[in-house]
């Protein structure tokens, strides 16, 4: 009697969540910056075309409002398309993390994304108008939750059922 092979397993290979190893806060600070720096370089090309220093010399700006809504889609993309696709933006491919679902370990999906993505958003849309440069201390207080974490899982982490970890 002859033995019968199993049938292949058509998912990818990839460790379970437990296996895998939290990124240290030097490295998600790093990535974080690095985000942020290319995204401000981004924003700022993007706008820059459309300035003209009036009679007294002031800086005024005279952008469509496509324009702006196709840049914040832009920035949108930045951060959410790439988590999804590789799990990783520019700043977490260059200190070599990425964001992992917590249940199984593979990228995160769309919602897990957007997820990710909105509350830092909504604090500084939201609160920017009223508290002005406030905002950066919350800012650092949502990314910062991750010190408190035993796991090193920040709110956005929380929010999403995701943990960001050492990419292999």
Not at 4 to 18: F, I, K, L, Q, T
Not at 56 to 83: A, K
Request: aromatic share 8%; hydrophobic share 50%.
């Amino acid at each position: 009697m002859t033995a019968v092979p199993p049938e292949p397993d058509p998912s990818p290979r990839v460790p379970s969540a437990g296996a895998l190893t939290a990124a240290s806060l030097a490295q998600r600070a790093i990535a974080r910056c690095v985000d942020m720096v290319v995204l401000m370089l981004l924003v700022t090309g993007a706008f820059a075309g459309f300035t003209e220093r009036d009679a007294n010399d002031d800086i005024t700006f005279d952008v469509p409002w496509w324009w702006v809504v196709l840049v914040l889609v832009g920035v949108l993309s930045y951060e959410i398309v790439p988590v999804h696709v590789r799990g990783q933006t520019p700043g977490k491919i260059l200190t070599r993390i990425r964001v992992a679902r917590l249940a199984d370990g593979r990228n995160p999906t769309w919602l897990e994304s957007t997820a990710r993505w909105i509350v830092p958003v909504v604090v500084l849309l939201g609160f920017a108008p009223v508290l002005g440069t406030l905002v950066f201390p919350i800012l650092a207080i949502v990314y910062g939750t991750a010190m408190l974490d035993r796991g090193g899982r920040g709110v956005l982490d929380k929010l999403a059922r995701t943990r960001v970890v050492q990419a292999r």
